[in-house]
């Protein structure tokens, strides 16, 4: 049976109900191993102006029953074609935390590449190109379920020396693991970004320290410069609503632009 488009749209994407009114559509994209529902308020939080749709990635949730992607390029590809299904020919902000920061990027690149309109901004939260994470996050592969949770723990997705019952941990360590392999397994190739590019950062974050976003000015000749917040590397669910404030404030300071 052939995949149909709207088929392929409700898998990779949720939205909590299309508004063809909304004057652009947002992407938001999920750290490793993070699923829709993490992001599922968004969509009644930002302003009447954003239609939010959020990625899901196979080996989650209702996805479960798919292989999650363990090397990023395929992943791209996959996603590159689920990603332009949805793209109805308004203006599009995309948004990503981390992982999802990278996937955002990569995804504006090659809407460069491949001829279609650049997004109105990339937002990335916790990531920029080239701070080296590739052989810490190739280390993921030999790395046992405890001491996989032991270094998400410490960048303060879970409290350190949490316990997981058996069949939780069966139904988030594939996706957590999949997702830092396909990290680790990005190759850097400088690509500037084709768009104006905001950064978020946690002021305390143990990986990506708010400084080291400065980086965004040499991938974009747009860098909207880098906003922080009092907390770590997931700033953002403890400041979601001044995070969103911002990318409002963005979008309508771009809009007004033109």
């Known amino acids: 049976m052939t995949t149909t488009g709207s088929t392929r749209r409700a898998r990779w994407f949720t939205t909590s109900g299309a508004d063809p009114n909304a004057g652009h559509q947002v992407f938001l994209f999920p750290h490793a191993g993070g ?5 599922q308020a968004w969509g009644a939080t930002l302003p009447s102006t954003m239609e939010v749709r959020t990625l899901q990635l ?8 798919e292989q999650p992607f ?13 990603f332009e299904a949805e793209l109805d ?10 992982f999802g920061g990278m996937l955002a990027y990569r995804l504006a690149v090659a809407a460069a590449w491949n001829g279609l309109p650049a997004p109105a901004l990339l937002a990335v939260s916790s990531w920029a190109p080239g701070l080296g994470w590739a052989a810490e996050l190739a280390q993921v592969a030999t790395m046992s379920d405890d001491q996989l949770l032991d270094r998400v723990a410490q960048l303060g997705l879970l409290t350190e020396g949490t316990a997981l019952d ?4 069966a139904s988030i360590m594939p996706a957590i693991r999949a997702d830092f392999l396909a990290a680790g ?13 905001a950064a978020y950062g946690g002021t305390s974050d143990p990986i990506v320290p708010p400084d ?3 980086v965004w000015a040499e991938h974009t000749t747009d860098f909207l410069g880098t906003t922080e917040f009092n907390a770590g590397h997931f700033h953002l669910f ?21």
């Open 58 to 65: 196979p080996g989650r949730q209702e996805r479960f029953d």
């Open 89 to 98: 020919g308004r203006p599009y902000v995309l948004f990503g935390h981390s």
């Open 35 to 39: 699923t829709a529902p993490a992001y």
């Open 185 to 197: 397994s990005l190759q850097e190739d400088g690509e500037p970004a084709p768009c104006p590019v």
């Open 238 to 258: 403890d400041h979601a609503a001044a995070l969103q404030h911002s990318l409002e404030r963005q979008v309508r300071k771009l809009r007004a632009r033109v």
């Open 212 to 214: 080291a976003l400065s």
């Open 70 to 82: 363990t090397d990023v390029e395929p992943l791209l590809d996959a996603l590159q074609e689920a």
């Open 166 to 169: 058996p069949a939780t941990l």
